[in-house]
């Protein structure tokens, strides 16, 4: 079976599950292998919208509406982005009653003019029984090859403390990562040249670095586009250890942001071109925050689960 039908048999399948379960399902029902439950994660910033980014009682509890959903949903793991004015004690006893760990954090690590506060940040992660961290993009504004050398070398220096507090540090991608060169690097290049596989790993969004190698390479669909991601995942091998799954929509490449499984990446041959060791399978749409664009980021969650759960590659 070739990889587009292996996508698209994996992506009715899913879609099927998706139309039939009830929502309080915790299990599609389907046919395929499925990535395992314990590694499937969703990134809360799916719901930032809802939730809010306030520090009040109200913005706690839709965190625990949410968090009671994707209990009910099947989730057993959540990548938190905020800790929504709790504690670390405090958001670690919610997730606990929830049933809920938390399977990584995107934090603001800093850079090396603006050094974050790492001994505070290794001691919240312990708490909340973290292992994975890192901030949830890189600087968009660095515009010379030397300021992205000095930050993965500041990026390096991190992991290395964090590997020897029992963490680890990831960099998550976007798009500018691939798209911006110099000379015959890439910004991506350049993190990977300048951080030790030991101290640093990489947190692989699908979405974003479909585009950005698309846009870099000139490809004008997903489907040429995704192979350049699965290109990467390869080249990456054991440093791969996280993805973000977060799916294109077709037509005029690049797509926006669609939910996993009615867009055009092909996930399973992504997967599949992975031979490292990937602990987590993330869910994430990123909000909109546009009243004129509606988003339900459950409907989000329920589909990107059941997607997972199902898909065979």
């Known amino acids: 079976m070739s990889a587009r039908m292996r996508r698209a048999f994996a992506a009715a399948l899913c879609l099927a599950a998706f139309a039939a379960a009830p929502a309080s399902a915790a299990q599609p029902d389907c046919t395929g292998r499925g990535v395992p439950v314990n590694k499937i994660s969703i990134q809360e910033y799916t719901f930032a919208e809802y939730i809010g980014f306030g520090t009040d009682a109200a913005t706690q509890a839709r965190l625990e509406q949410v968090l009671a959903f994707l209990r009910d949903t099947g989730y057993r793991n959540i990548e938190l982005f905020t800790l929504s004015g709790l504690s670390a004690t405090q958001m670690r006893a919610l997730l606990d009653e929830y049933g809920i760990k938390a399977s990584a954090r995107h934090v603001d690590v800093g850079t090396p003019t603006a050094p974050a506060n790492l001994d505070q940040i290794l001691a919240e992660n312990k708490i909340l029984g973290i292992k994975y961290f890192g901030s949830g993009g890189t600087p968009r504004t660095y515009t010379t090859e030397a300021q992205w050398v000095a930050y993965a070398e500041y990026l390096d220096q991190l992991g290395e403390r964090a590997r020897k507090a029992g963490q680890t540090l990831m960099v998550h991608n976007h798009n500018w990562e691939f798209e911006t060169s110099f000379a015959d690097t890439t910004p991506y290049d350049v993190l990977l040249a300048h951080t030790d596989p030991r101290n640093v ?30 290109e990467l995942v390869r080249r990456l091998g054991n ?68 997607y997972l759960s199902c898909v065979r590659y």
């Open 201 to 230: 790993v990489f947190q692989v969004d699908l979405y974003w670095s479909t585009r950005g190698l698309g846009t870099a390479e000139g490809a004008t669909n997903v489907a040429q586009a995704d192979d350049l991601s699965a």
């Open 239 to 306: 440093r791969a250890q996280l993805f973000h799954v977060k799916d294109m929509a077709t037509g005029t490449f690049p797509g926006r942001i669609e939910i996993v499984g009615a867009g055009g990446i092909d996930f399973p041959s992504i997967f599949a071109a992975s031979k490292g060791p990937v602990r987590y399978y993330v869910v994430e749409h990123d909000p909109r925050f546009n009243p004129a664009q509606p988003f339900d980021p459950f409907e989000a969650a329920k589909a990107g689960f059941d």
